[in-house]
């Protein structure tokens, strides 16, 4: 390929001048184009046309001065300029070259042939020159560039010489918790725990080769005010204004780390949670159990590989309970919250009580949603409740019997009357037959009818009595009030005949059936009724009992409450009554009331005294109105774990 021919142009306003120049290049043609023009204005022209590499111009022309041509300073020239002149000196050569020409020469034969070589020098002088300038350019451009991206990047950005902190970017000022930068350049790099060549060579166990990068790796960095930060750091060796230097490229790790170690602290919570633990997420509909901890897996009786790969059908309920354990299931393909009780295999002969409890976890942003599960074993718990529901059973068994003494001499009058009167009845019955007369049907008819009523009369307060005693498992059934009101009372009947104490009975219509435990709740009326009888003294001339039924709402439940006043002598203050083993009588065990507050808890109510408007007091207590406020469920067999 053959080279270009350097393009140079000639402006000249003498014709044998320019004729002479010329000539001076005829033998170096092969390497340069000539052209010539006669004035600044067809120069500027022909300059506009094509750029040439080099031009000649008479330092006087007749439209201007040669040197107009150079562009100012010469830096930003795009050609080179040599000025020649007939009539030079040494201040006008002094002055063209300061305006930025490349060459200054007299004309005359010898500078005439000499033009060839000086143009060959001036062109190469040129592009040397702007090679040079090119140079500092870029080199400038470059360095504005990384003091850009240094004092912009979100980074921070360290560079040191000899272990001196030389240039710090903004990041870096705020990390180190500097407010100026006089506050870190030209302070060591130990100062602020940076590592420096040498121990990042031992703590990364690989050389630092120049200019070669390290791993980005965490260190613990001291702050100006002593504070500790931790960062991830990497080092680069560097070029800094001819000097050897490492940059040190590190942000801050502080919240990550602190959320890592929650989540650390927060993973060994839920592994060595008692209760068991399960994530569910939940994507586009699917459920996939993304983690569990032990007790879980302890529970449900199952190893981990198994969650993984059933999910919750690692829980195996009872039966009865697969419909409210679909209930869970349903919440959390809904992401609401729900809870219920239920009974689970634990393995092929145990079962376990639980309580599931779901709560979704919304993360804002995320694609996907969490539910966290808790489930916690209360078998112990419906163990110990159903221990001790069977004793006070049996003590409420017990302090019946104990009642019962009381009312034996009663009931034995209420008994020997309707006997009494069957013997008299059948003796009557027995002479009628032996009389000689004709027998007379109509009188033996109405003895043998008045032996019914009166035999059906002794066993009905027999029932009364051996249902009241009787110890039978506790059995809710709904009871209407009035039936309720009446076998307590009769009972009682004799005590209160004695004493002379009336029983006034109020039931409001509204007040529907109980579900309740009859027995039970007789036993709570007629402790009730039999300290209202004690608390009436002799001297006291209103011997009354009011008992009210009434309907009452309680956290939009319907409950049955009954009220049950006296007008004896009141209760002492700061007595708790239904304190065990308390009693104001010198003869009461204490035990009465405490066991009719477990009976009417037992039964979802509550039990409560208060004093009376005048005097005396008023007991109070509550009852279901349907067997759901009892069971939490209308399956019986569920009564325990409520």
Request: proline share 4%; charged share 25%; with cysteine.
């Amino acid at each position: 390929m053959m080279a270009r021919k350097l393009r140079l142009l000639i402006v000249e306003d003498d014709p044998a001048h320019a004729r002479l120049i010329v000539r001076g290049f005829r033998a170096e043609m092969e390497d340069f184009e000539l052209t010539t023009q006669f004035s600044l204005k067809d120069a500027r022209k022909s300059i506009d046309a094509s750029l040439p590499d080099l031009v000649i111009v008479d330092l006087s022309l007749p439209d201007g001065l040669g040197a107009e041509l150079i562009e100012p300073q010469g830096k930003g020239s795009r050609y080179p300029v040599m000025i020649i002149t007939s009539q030079g000196d040494e201040q006008t050569a002094v002055d063209v070259l300061k305006r930025g020409a490349i060459d200054y020469v007299v004309k005359s034969d010898s500078g005439f042939s000499d033009l060839p070589r000086l143009a060959k020098r001036s062109i190469r002088e040129w592009r040397l020159q702007r090679e040079k300038v090119e140079a500092e350019e870029a080199l400038r451009n470059s360095e504005q560039r990384y003091r850009a991206l240094i004092d912009h990047s979100p980074t921070s950005i360290v560079v040191a010489c000899e272990g001196k902190i030389v240039l710090a970017n903004g990041m870096a000022l705020k990390c180190l918790g500097a407010h100026t930068t006089s506050e870190l350049v030209g302070k060591g790099i130990a100062d602020f725990k940076i590592p420096d060549v040498h121990e990042m060579e031992k703590l990364t166990e690989s050389a630092v080769s120049d200019r070669a990068p390290l791993q980005m790796n965490e260190y613990v960095l001291k702050r100006i005010d002593g504070r500790p930060l931790d960062v991830e750091l990497m080092s680069t060796s560097v070029d800094y204004y001819g000097q050897e230097a490492t940059q040190y490229v590190f942000q801050d790790i502080t919240l990550r780390k602190e959320a890592e170690t929650e989540m650390r602290i927060r993973d060994r919570a839920i592994a060595s949670a008692s209760d068991g633990i399960f994530i569910v997420q939940l994507v586009e509909g699917e459920m996939c159990v993304v983690d569990c901890n032990q007790a879980f897996l302890d529970i449900v009786g199952c190893p981990r590989e198994a969650v993984r790969v059933n999910g919750l059908s690692v829980i195996r309920c009872d039966s009865r309970y697969e419909a409210r354990f679909r209930v869970i299931v349903a919440g959390i393909h809904s992401c609401r919250p729900a809870r219920d009780t239920l009974r689970i295999h634990a393995n092929e002969d145990e079962f376990r009580w639980v309580e599931i409890s779901i709560s979704p976890v919304h993360v804002s942003g995320s694609q996907f949603t969490h539910v966290v599960g808790v489930v916690h074993d209360i078998t112990e718990k419906v163990h110990a409740e159903e221990e001790i529901r069977r004793r006070n059973a049996e003590l409420a068994h017990f302090l019946r019997l104990t009642a019962m003494g009381e009312l034996v001499a009663g009931l034995a009058h209420e008994v020997n009357q309707p006997l009494y009167a069957i013997s008299n009845y059948a003796g009557t019955c027995e002479n009628l037959l032996k009389a000689p007369d004709p027998v007379d049907k109509a009188s033996v008819q109405q003895c043998v009818s008045r032996i019914g009523q009166q035999a059906r009369r002794a066993a009905e307060i027999i029932r009364r009595l051996r249902n009241y005693v009787s110890r039978t498992a506790p059995r809710v059934e709904g009871v209407d009030m009035s039936d309720l009101m009446n076998d307590a009372i009769a009972l009682l009947a004799p005590l209160l005949e004695e004493q002379a104490i009336e029983v006034s009975i109020a039931i409001d219509p509204s007040t529907p059936q109980v579900f309740v435990d009859k027995i039970q709740i007789e036993q709570v009326l007629i402790n009730l009724i039999s300290n209202a009888t004690d608390a009436i003294d002799d001297t006291n001339s209103e011997r009354i009992i009011e008992i009210h039924t009434s309907l009452v709402q309680n956290k939009d439940e319907s409950l049955a409450q009954v009220s049950v006043r006296d007008y004896g002598i009141g209760v002492p203050p700061n007595f708790d009554v239904f304190e065990a083993f308390q009693s104001t009588k010198e003869t009461g065990m204490g035990m009465g009331l405490s066991i009719s507050r477990t009976i009417i808890e037992s039964h979802g109510g509550k039990i409560w005294v208060e004093p009376a408007p005048s005097r005396g007091t008023i007991f109070f207590f509550t009852l279901p109105t349907s067997i759901q406020q009892v069971t939490g469920d209308v399956d019986e067999s569920d009564r325990v774990c409520h």
